[in-house]
């Protein structure tokens, strides 16, 4: 989803986070791809998040989550707008 939402397509090839780095290291490969290297982390989350309960809390209170493919595109123009502002010790 955000790859599209960058304008780029995605691949999954499952590679140890070391050689990922190594590969995104360089400035020109990050600019290609439109992150900096410590959002790399960000991609390699093992948890899985169970909203069952918060979504029953927030439905009583006529609260509904958008799903994430909804919001994608604002969370993608909000980082454009703000990436020179985050420093990258934000992103690790």
């Known amino acids: ?3 599209e939402a960058i304008g780029k397509t995605f ?3 499952p590679v ?3 050689v990922a780095k190594a590969f ?7 600019r290609f791809f439109g992150m900096p ?3 790399l982390d960000y991609f390699d989350d093992p948890v899985r998040h169970d909203t069952t309960q918060a979504t029953q809390d927030l ?3 006529g609260i509904e989550c958008p799903r994430l493919a909804d919001y994608v ?3 993608v123009a909000f ?3 703000h990436r020179e502002t985050v420093r990258k010790e934000a992103m690790i």
């Open 11 to 13: 691949a999954y090839v």
């Open 24 to 30: 995104f290291s360089p400035k020109p490969v990050q």
């Open 73 to 75: 595109p604002r969370l």
């Open 59 to 61: 439905g009583e209170l």
């Open 1 to 3: 989803m955000f790859a």
């Open 16 to 18: 140890p986070m070391a």
């Open 79 to 81: 980082y454009r707008s």
């Open 37 to 39: 290297l410590q959002a």
